[in-house]
């Protein structure tokens, strides 16, 4: 009897904890350079989003990248972008992307997707890097 009350109780508490994460599970997908960069090569309507502030993204990154700083109106940037847009967002090392894609879900993209590790694991990994051109040369 105290075996069957303690497996009863044991099998309430592990249910009673799958279910209450099922609704805290992330709805975006942090990828490895790898995967980011393929699924991006795959996807038939893509941003590709450097949330890092203006004065990083003047210096390397990800060619075809728009800059929508992590500090800017993101309400406002996400209610003007298309929804059915596949999102890759990065930044330094996967942070600021991480927090920029669970708003962009709440705003209802349903695919979104952040650099694992941002540009420094993109660079470790050996992809490669646009600079900006000086004026002048």
Known sequence: MKKTFLGSIFLLIFFATAYSQKGDTVKYQSLEPYDFHLEYLK???AM?????EPFE???RRIKDAVNMPS????DFAADTIDK???MFFYCTTDYRSKRIAEIFVEK???KVYS???GIVAWKKNGFPVIRR???GK
């Open 43 to 45: 996807a038939d309507t």
């Open 48 to 52: 590709l989003v450097d949330v890092r």
């Open 57 to 59: 993204f003047r210096g």
């Open 71 to 74: 500090s800017g109106d993101l």
């Open 84 to 86: 059915n847009y596949a």
């Open 108 to 110: 209802g993209f349903t």
């Open 115 to 117: 650099l694992d590790g």
């Open 133 to 135: 051109k000086r004026k």
